[in-house]
């Protein structure tokens, strides 16, 4: 175990012990332990290495080429929890590996949960994950038309980092995440504005559309939900640093 902490620790991972001990649970032998260590020295994320995320106390499975839940997003979650009522129908767009639904799904009772995104290997992904049918196609165009203002939650973790800025991120995501999961235009709420604009058809009166964007754009954010008709807010957790803007459908 030792000699695993200081390989990785060398490789500049600030946490080697805990993932070390991850890596040596994931290994049935030697070989395959230097093997995922090796994967894990070169740089890629350790989700992919292990084929899963952490995300609400749920094991997402994870593989390369697909969005990596991050921890921040368990707020929206708990954002639409508070409001998901009796059997509510959930649909997440840009569901990337599906956590969002699948963390709404085993804490909500008698769900009936929809997911759809637009890249073939997140959709593969997602279906390992969401208890519900998910499909493959841009926003809501491969949604049921029977959806429509049916809807009691919508939730899209859109990508949202502005197109100049990507060059700036952690190389394990800017290098091995899908570069469609992270760009959000030029001000990064290209894809917010489509989904907030498209959200009245779906949602049922009184149906709320949550989506995770940074502090500094949620201003921006708000201004596209009300112009799509939709009643803003805007929760946000200190410790996690997350931002989530709430639409509600009157």
Same mark, same amino acid.
Request: proline share 8%; glycine share 10%; net charge negative.
């Given at each position: 175990?030792?000699?695993?902490?200081? /390989?990785?620790?060398?490789?500049?991972?600030?946490?080697?012990?805990? =993932?070390?001990?991850?890596?040596?649970?994931?290994?049935?032998?030697?070989?395959?332990?230097?093997?995922?260590?090796?994967?894990?020295?070169?740089?890629?994320?350790?989700?992919? $290495?292990?084929?899963?995320?952490?995300?609400?106390?749920?094991? !997402?499975?994870?593989?390369?080429?697909?969005?990596?839940?991050?921890?921040?997003?368990?707020?929206? $979650?708990? &954002?639409? !929890?508070?409001?998901?009522?009796?059997?509510?129908?959930?649909?997440?767009?840009?569901? #990337?590996?599906?956590?969002?639904?699948?963390?709404?799904?085993?804490?909500?009772?008698?769900?009936?949960?929809?997911?759809?995104?637009?890249?073939?290997?997140?959709?593969?992904?997602?279906?390992?994950?969401?208890?519900? @049918?998910?499909?493959?196609?841009?926003?809501?165009?491969?949604?049921?038309?029977?959806?429509? #203002?049916?809807?009691?939650?919508?939730?899209?973790?859109?990508?949202?980092?502005?197109?100049?800025?990507?060059?700036?991120? *952690?190389? =394990?995501?800017?290098?091995? =995440?899908?570069?469609?999961?992270?760009?959000?235009?030029?001000?990064?709420?290209? !894809?917010?504005?489509?989904?907030?604009?498209?959200?009245?058809?779906?949602?049922?009166?009184?149906?709320?559309?949550?989506? =995770?964007?940074?502090?500094? &754009?949620? *201003?921006?954010?708000?201004?596209?939900?009300?112009?799509?008709?939709?009643?803003?807010?805007?929760? /946000?957790?200190?410790?996690?640093?997350? /931002?989530? $803007?709430?639409?509600?459908? @009157?």
């Amino acid at each position: 175990m030792s000699d695993v902490v200081t /390989t990785l620790r060398n490789a500049g991972c600030v946490f080697a012990e805990d =993932e070390a001990a991850l890596l040596r649970s994931a290994a049935s032998d030697g070989a395959q332990l230097a093997a995922l260590v090796a994967r894990r020295v070169a740089g890629e994320p350790l989700e992919y $290495v292990l084929g899963w995320a952490g995300f609400r106390g749920l094991r !997402i499975a994870v593989e390369p080429g697909v969005f990596v839940p991050r921890r921040r997003t368990e707020f929206l $979650v708990e &954002q639409a !929890i508070a409001v998901a009522g009796q059997a509510p129908v959930v649909v997440d767009v840009c569901c #990337g590996s599906g956590a969002i639904g699948a963390a709404i799904a085993a804490e909500v009772p008698d769900v009936s949960l929809y997911a759809a995104d637009v890249d073939p290997v997140a959709v593969r992904c997602a279906r390992r994950n969401v208890p519900g @049918p998910v499909f493959e196609g841009d926003l809501y165009t491969p949604l049921p038309a029977e959806l429509r #203002g049916r809807v009691t939650i919508l939730v899209a973790n859109v990508p949202y980092v502005p197109t100049d800025a990507i060059a700036t991120m *952690p190389p =394990e995501a800017r290098v091995h =995440e899908p570069r469609a999961a992270l760009d959000g235009g030029p001000d990064g709420l290209s !894809i917010l504005r489509r989904v907030a604009n498209e959200a009245p058809q779906w949602l049922a009166r009184g149906g709320h559309l949550f989506v =995770e964007t940074s502090e500094r &754009q949620a *201003p921006a954010a708000v201004k596209a939900f009300s112009g799509a008709g939709l009643i803003p807010s805007v929760a /946000t957790c200190e410790d996690s640093g997350a /931002t989530v $803007v709430r639409g509600e459908r @009157p």
